[in-house]
């Protein structure tokens, strides 16, 4: 029994958390007598592998090439970068993986070709592993559909300043799951600095905030003209998407193919 996992993205800042969060869970369930359902990352993929001092403590490989067809692997987790999402979707199709997927900024093209896989192989697919974002996201949509355009809409996301990507896809789910309660949906607007015209009824704006070591912050305004209410949530530590990404390996692990997301799990 038990979880192997391969580990995509290993030597990222998420990747590193995915690995101790899985020591972490090992180590409860040793201490609890359960020896049997234990957690283990069999082997990483990185393009960086070769030129880190890191040793992750685990088979580190370069590409996906390179994984032996031996290792014996159940579920794939995937905290990388976009520039790796082919690759990947393709040594997870050739080795009919199961694939959690959690990087952010695939591209359209991308993302079908995702779709596709997910005709062979159970994929698992959230811009955010937190239970938290998939709770928000419902409440988004229910204040939406009982607000309605009396309310402007306005979302503010804060990341930390590493982050190459902008504005985060959870920003974009939230902004989905507004849109998805409005007849017609939004038009999402980004910059309006170019622009010297006054806010649209349709317009649903999101602004990206970077600095510090911010985990993920995701703020949700629904404005009227006599008041303000606003929806929010913090990430207080990478773990929570580290842990989310594991719960969705678990879920995944003997489904049939199609594409999964939190609300599948939740
Ligand atoms: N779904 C979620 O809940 C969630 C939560 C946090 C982060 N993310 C996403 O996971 C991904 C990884 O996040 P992170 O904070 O670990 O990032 P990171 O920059 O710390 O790590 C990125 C990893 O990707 C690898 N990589 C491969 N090709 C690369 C390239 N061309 N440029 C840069 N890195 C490359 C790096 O070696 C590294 O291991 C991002 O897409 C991020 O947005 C998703």
Known sequence: MGLKILLSGALGRMGRAVAA??????????????????????????????KSPFSPGFPLYSDFASVPANCAIDVIIDFSHFSLTRALLEFARARKLPLVLCTTAISTEDLALANEAAKEIPVFRSANMSVGIALL??????????????FDVEIVEKHHNRKVDAPSGTALALADAASSARAGGFDYVYDRSA????RGKRELGISAVRGGNI?????????SDNEIIELSHSALSRSVFADGSLRAAAFLKDKAPGMYGMDDMV
């Not at 622009?195 to 006054?198: I, Q």
């Open 137 to 150: 996201k419902k409440l988004v949509r229910e204040s939406e559909a009982f607000l309605g355009d009396d």
């Open 21 to 50: 969060q899985a020591e972490a869970k090992n180590a409860q369930a040793a201490e609890a007598g359960e020896h049997e359902n234990l957690t283990k990352i069999v082997c990483g993929v990185d393009p960086f592998a070769d």
């Open 195 to 198: 622009r010297r015209e006054k």
């Open 215 to 223: 985990v993920g912050d995701h703020s949700v305004l629904f404005i």
